[in-house]
């Protein structure tokens, strides 16, 4: 029962696909943190919003 080229033996080198699923851990965990960083950045802006609309007089008021 071998497994194909997988041993604990292989860590000091790494095969093509073991760089590659690496390769596209790390970018997946970097376009994660861009979009969860995006969203948060967006509701600020949308709390922001509706808290500046409810205060003061509404643009083009004479009072």
Avoid: I, V
Avoid at 24 to 37: C, E, F, Y
């Amino acid at each position: 029962m071998e497994k194909t080229g997988k041993t604990q033996g292989s860590k000091a080198h790494p095969s093509a696909a073991d760089l590659r699923e690496a390769r596209l851990k790390a970018a997946l965990k970097a376009n994660m943190a861009r979009r969860k960083a995006q969203a948060k950045q967006r509701g600020a802006e949308k709390f922001s919003a509706q808290t500046d609309s409810g205060t003061g007089s509404a643009p083009g008021s004479d009072t």
